[in-house]
């Protein structure tokens, strides 16, 4: 897996650099937006993000995204005991929603020159979340078999007692709030054919933390979180305010 990794980045190294022409690409001079669809090894996520020029190589962002957390242990199975089984996850106690607000940084390393090339952008970013817990219920049989009823998760619930997962709305009055902050890395591969259109891969890794220990399942609480991301990004440049105020040398 990590050659396939090296191979792949290898490859965009050399179609952004071998493939590049000299070209007067005023895109490198304005604004951004665009929106992502990521997927973390604990989960998924969206985000918009807002990008302001600071200079030909340099941009500052704004991002707001919404992501789920999840513990790698957390799986969905179906449950033997049951002619007509439905998924559940056993032991699952919370689901997790986190909000980030972060303040970013884009650093271009290797600039795109023409429709046929990639740029190459370091990314990194900062900021404050807030985390919401969903308590998850079950629907159970008791264990004489008599009737049905719907419970959280507990050390003395069975397996052969799930019938399957209650809805998602159950517990939705029982959501907790969490504070806590993320700090995100990563390097953007952007490969748009049009100088205005923003088209980007983006990997990266992210770490989380929050004043109050999350419980996602049984016998475990944890403050702090990593994991790693893959997103694809789509948006648009627009012309910079601050480009007419501060022009790179030989720019009209």
Same mark, same amino acid.
């Given at each position: 897996m990590s050659k396939k990794i090296i191979f792949f980045v290898a490859t965009l190294l050399y179609l952004a650099v071998g493939w @590049? !022409? =000299? #070209?007067d690409f005023q895109r490198s001079f304005m604004d951004f937006y665009?929106? +992502?669809a990521r997927i973390n090894t604990n989960g998924f996520g969206l985000n918009y993000r807002k990008g302001f020029f600071i200079d030909r190589y340099n941009r500052r962002f704004y991002d707001i995204e919404i992501t789920t957390i999840k513990d790698p242990r957390t799986i969905k199975f179906s449950n033997p005991y049951y002619i007509t089984p439905e998924n559940i996850y056993f032991g699952k106690v919370n689901d997790f929603f986190d909000l980030r607000l972060g303040y970013g940084h884009q650093k271009i390393i290797v600039? *795109? *020159?023409? @429709?046929?090339?990639i740029e190459i952008r370091l990314i990194s970013s900062i900021g404050p979340s807030i985390g919401f817990s969903k308590p998850v219920y079950y629907n159970v049989i008791d264990k004489t078999g008599t009737y049905t009823y719907e419970t959280k998760f507990s050390d003395d619930l069975l397996l !052969? !007692?799930?019938?399957?997962?209650a809805p998602f709305y159950k517990g939705l009055d029982e959501v907790k709030p969490n504070i806590g902050g993320y700090g995100k890395i990563g390097i953007s591969f952007e490969h748009s054919k049009t100088d205005r +259109?923003? @088209?980007a891969l983006e990997l990266g890794a992210t770490f989380s933390a929050y #004043?109050? =220990?999350? $419980?996602?399942i049984y016998n475990k609480k944890q403050n702090f979180f990593i994991n790693l991301y893959i997103e694809y990004r789509l948006g648009q /440049? /627009?012309? @910079? $305010?601050? $480009?007419?105020?501060?022009?790179e040398p030989n720019q009209s």
């Open positions: @590049s !022409q =000299p #070209l665009s929106l +992502g600039e *795109k *020159k023409d @429709s046929k090339s !052969q !007692q799930i019938l399957n997962m +259109g923003l @088209s #004043l109050i =220990p999350i $419980r996602l /440049f /627009f012309p @910079s $305010r601050l $480009r007419h105020k501060k022009k």
